[in-house]
């Protein structure tokens, strides 16, 4: 287990993008994989990984201060799902919940755009995943206008300005989370668009695959370097020491699901999770309540088989 920490610890620090200022996107290979051992090497780092998680959220759910909330963006048929399933397998429900956000419904519309994200935040003691997130604000939105209009806002406040404040809100929002006990890790799924094409075309020819296919997402890829740049400036702007990015590799699955499973890990870890300590009264009260439990075991109860 030791040298499973070591290896996802440094993986988690090869991708981890903590400082905007400087991110270039063209600088990350999405086809890079970085692990000596190759896939069978995963496959035991992944096992060891999910243990691993399954330990910490659980003195996580048990110690009930902190929250952990896992932003996960990409552009389609980048993995988002696989990954989810993948990392998050083994941990137990109950402390874990998925978020997804589609396009927002009128009610949603008739709020900042933050509203729906700050009412789908996970509660102390929980870890959420939102698979997509307020990042679409400064996305789909920001490629696609007319998505822009659908908002409503009053004419005054729509400026060229407003996806660097928007950037600025979340930026702010994050801040105050993070300062409210949230833990934040903020992954991309960073595909390239020669892989993307190949998995599109995978869903036309596999017919299990065809129900995941849509014909509006190949439409989108003539937009694909309008995402780029919103992604680049995205992180760019967001990219905090208590809100990282990381910038994940996707064109090869395997790697993807280690890379992500190593962000959640060094996000746990950094929480310095303990089991609470019982001590004083409490200590005596569960002394008590095992000398009852011990008492009844030598007499059982009349009547009771
Ligand atoms: P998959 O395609 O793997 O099922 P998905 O996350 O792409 O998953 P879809 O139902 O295909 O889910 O798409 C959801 C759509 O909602 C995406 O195109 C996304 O860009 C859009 N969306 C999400 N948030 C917003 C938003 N705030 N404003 C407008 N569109 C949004
Ligand atoms: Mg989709």
Redesign the pocket.
């Known amino acids: 287990m030791a040298h499973t920490l070591k290896v996802l610890a440094k993986l988690a620090r090869r991708y981890r993008v903590d400082q905007g200022a400087r991110f270039r996107l063209s600088t990350h290979d999405p086809a890079e994989v970085h692990l000596s051992g190759g896939k069978s090497e995963a496959k035991k780092l992944l096992e060891d990984g999910r243990e691993r998680v399954r330990d910490l959220q659980e003195r996580l759910y048990a110690q009930d201060r902190w929250s952990v909330l896992m932003v996960l963006q990409a552009m389609?048929?980048a993995g988002?799902?696989s990954t989810i399933e993948h990392v998050m397998s083994g941990v137990n429900p109950q402390g874990c919940q998925v978020v997804?956000?589609?396009?927002?419904s009128q009610e949603?519309l008739d709020h900042d755009?933050l509203w729906?994200c700050a009412r789908a935040l996970p509660e102390r003691g929980r870890i959420g995943i939102f698979?997509?997130?307020?990042y679409?604000?400064l996305?789909?939105?920001r490629v696609?206008p007319e998505?822009l209009q659908?908002q409503t806002l009053p004419k005054t406040l729509v400026t060229p300005k407003i996806w660097e404040q928007r950037a600025g809100d979340i930026a702010n929002w994050e801040s105050y989370l993070a300062r409210n006990g949230t833990a934040i890790a903020k992954i991309f799924l960073h595909v390239s668009r020669d892989e993307q094409r190949k998995r599109f075309q995978a869903r036309l020819d596999e017919p299990e695959k065809n129900w995941?296919f849509?014909v509006?997402?190949v439409a989108?890829r003539a937009h694909w370097d309008a995402y780029q740049q919103a992604y680049q400036d995205a992180i760019r702007r967001t990219a905090a020491p208590h809100a990282p990015w990381y910038v994940v590799p996707a064109d090869t699955k395997w790697f993807t699901r280690l890379v992500v499973m190593a962000a959640l890990i060094q996000t746990l870890e950094s929480l310095e999770l303990q089991f609470p300590k019982i001590a004083g009264e409490r200590k005596q009260e569960l002394v008590r309540a095992g000398e009852l439990l011990a008492a009844e075991k030598r007499k059982p109860r009349k009547g009771a088989r």
């Open positions: 389609d048929a988002k799902d997804s956000f589609k396009q927002p949603e755009f729906r698979n997509r997130s307020h679409e604000e996305l789909v939105v696609h998505l659908r995941k849509h509006s997402d989108e």
